[in-house]
Antibody
Framework: QVQLQESGPGLVKPSETLSLTCTVSGGSITSYYWSWIRQPPGKGLEWIGYLYYSGSTHYNPSLKSRVIISMDMSKNQFSLKLSSVTAADTAVYYC???????????????????WGQGTLVTVSS | DIQMTQSPSTLSTSVGDRVTITCRASQSISNWLAWYQQKPGKAPKLLIYEASSLKSGVPSRFSGSGSGTEFTLTISSLQPDDFATYFCQQYDSYPYTFGQGTKLEIK
């Protein structure tokens, strides 16, 4: 059974870069798209972007200029970097499994499943 | 971006009630819609994908319907474990977007 676990600093200063890692266990990281999603306290969910092991990425235009999602296949991990953060970036950040791909073809998406447990990142000086 | 609008935002209900939550998309998304359940302090859990397909292991009291721009999540007989917040999400086009959530409260 695939499990995801986010890790990284819980406090980031304004204007600095938020960096988080998601470790995937119980399955290969090369068979799926992998997404980051965030949720400000008490608010709704915002999709940040996805990465496929081939290097293909797609970011939410609202964050595109500040986001990089990358992968370390040797560690079965993928990472999020969000630069120039402000208080508005304070949120619980989740990683999640996305579209399944095999032999170069991708299947229709079936939603995000599973999710990591989430990690709260607070932007404050 | 495709806007997803859920109604109601909050619903006061009782155990045993039949509950229906509506999700409307600002443009057609065919059946590319998922429903999630989220409990306080926990990650969302996938309940339904492709608008009406129940994820394996999810109780059969949950069902989804709809296509195009209007969708519903129905809980046939509310159980104590179902008091939570529910989100819809479209995956027809990027950026993927979520509804604002519907919170089920105990009446």
């Amino acid at each position: 059974q695939v499990q995801l676990q986010e890790s990284g600093p819980g406090l980031v200063k304004p204007s600095e870069t938020l960096s988080l890692t998601c470790t995937v266990s119980g399955g290969s990281i090369t068979s799926y798209y992998w997404s980051w999603i965030r949720q400000p306290p008490g608010k709704g969910l915002e999709w940040i972007g996805y990465l496929y092991y081939s290097g293909s990425t797609h970011y939410n235009p609202s964050l595109k200029s500040r986001v990089i999602i990358s992968m370390d296949m040797s560690k079965n991990q993928f990472s999020l970097k969000l630069s120039s953060v402000t208080a508005a970036d304070t949120a619980v950040y989740y990683c999640a499994r996305d579209t399944h791909c095999s032999d170069g073809s991708c299947y229709p998406p079936l939603g995000f499943d599973p999710w990591g447990q989430g990690t709260l990142v607070t932007v404050s000086s | 971006d495709i806007q997803m609008t859920q109604s109601p935002s909050t619903l006061s209900t009782s155990v045993g009630d039949r509950v229906t939550i509506t999700c409307r998309a600002s443009q057609s998304i065919s059946n590319w819609l998922a429903w999630y359940q989220q409990k306080p302090g926990k990650a969302p859990k996938l309940l339904i994908y492709e608008a009406s397909s129940l994820k394996s292991g999810v109780p059969s009291r949950f069902s989804g319907s709809g296509s195009g721009t209007e969708f519903t999540l129905t809980i046939s007989s509310l159980q104590p474990d179902d008091f939570a917040t529910y989100f819809c999400q479209q995956y027809d086009s990027y950026p993927y977007t979520f509804g604002q959530g519907t919170k089920l409260e105990i009446k």
